[in-house]
């Protein structure tokens, strides 16, 4: 149980990858914990954190409305503040558009972008209310980007950081930060899941879930509006992107995602 003299966290989409090491960043640093995620493997994310501080954890599907309020309604029972919560819950759906289930894109849009703001606008009002908190949305490098094969999981990311920009200002005076964590191809089971092991960004190398959870932590703390993480190559594409025309980047990210571009 969260105590209620240290710094309380939550963390979606916690089972592992960029979840589970940010959850290991509010460990490490002084926090209680909880921890979400769809799948089982919470359990034992769980479980490992428990080394490092006191956790509680919610096995909930965040797609749906019932969802998110179950996990609003965990969150109030562990009868402490938020100090912070990273939005972090995402998958991806890689492909031709017009072959790629419809389903799933829909499900990938009800979890990267419904769930986001509707667990956040949850969030903002309580934390506004106690005069402080921080929010960390997990974008990402795709937002500032058009990605063909990924072209509606690019369109959620870029919606994540327009939405992170745009809280941020509206809540600035009131002691409650937003920051937007824009991670580079990270080494996660996303590119498996979404589908594109046959790809060149899928067997391409990747950064490390441990440093851009880091340097998203980092940046939360310093109340930064966003940072690109987390590798030179990253942000090296982060400051292309400001300068080159849309259709331009479209053009250049194609033949990384093209279905079977690994075997070429």
């Known amino acids: 149980m969260a105590q209620a003299n240290k710094p309380f966290a939550v963390v979606t989409g916690a089972s592992s990858g ?4 940010l959850a ?7 926090f209680d914990l909880l921890v979400t995620a769809e799948d089982v493997g919470i359990i034992d994310a769980a479980d490992k954190l428990r080394a490092l501080c006191n956790v509680e954890y919610a096995q909930i599907d965040l797609r749906s409305c ?22 972090n819950a995402g998958v991806g759906v890689g492909g031709r558009f017009i072959e790629t289930d419809l389903d799933e894109e829909l499900d990938m849009i009800a979890l990267n972008v419904n769930s986001s703001v509707h667990l956040a606008k949850h969030m903002a009002q309580k934390m506004v209310m106690q005069g402080h908190g921080r929010i960390l949305i997990t974008s990402s490098l795709a937002a500032i980007m058009p990605i063909p094969y990924q072209t509606v999981y690019a369109a959620t990311k870029a ?18 930060t937003v920051t937007a964590l824009m991670p580079g191809a ?44 987390h590798s030179i190559k990253t942000k090296m594409q982060g400051a292309m ?8 980047k479209a053009d250049m990210n194609r033949p990384q995602s093209e279905p079977g571009s690994a075997r070429h």
């Open 66 to 87: 019932d969802g998110v309020d179950e996990l609003c309604e965990k969150i109030a029972s562990c009868g402490v503040p938020v100090d912070s919560i990273a939005i």
């Open 159 to 176: 919606f994540l950081l327009s939405f992170a920009q745009g809280l941020r200002s509206e809540l600035q005076d009131t002691g409650v």
């Open 18 to 21: 960029i979840g589970f090491q």
């Open 241 to 248: 992107a400001d300068i080159l025309p849309e259709t331009t």
């Open 186 to 229: 990270t080494e996660t089971n996303f590119f498996h899941r979404a589908g594109l092991d046959d790809t060149k960004i899928g067997v391409a190398k990747k950064d490390d879930p441990a440093d851009v959870a880091k340097d998203g932590f980092r940046a939360l703390m310093d109340g930064k509006d966003h940072v690109l993480a």
């Open 24 to 30: 290991k960043q509010f460990a490490e640093n002084g």
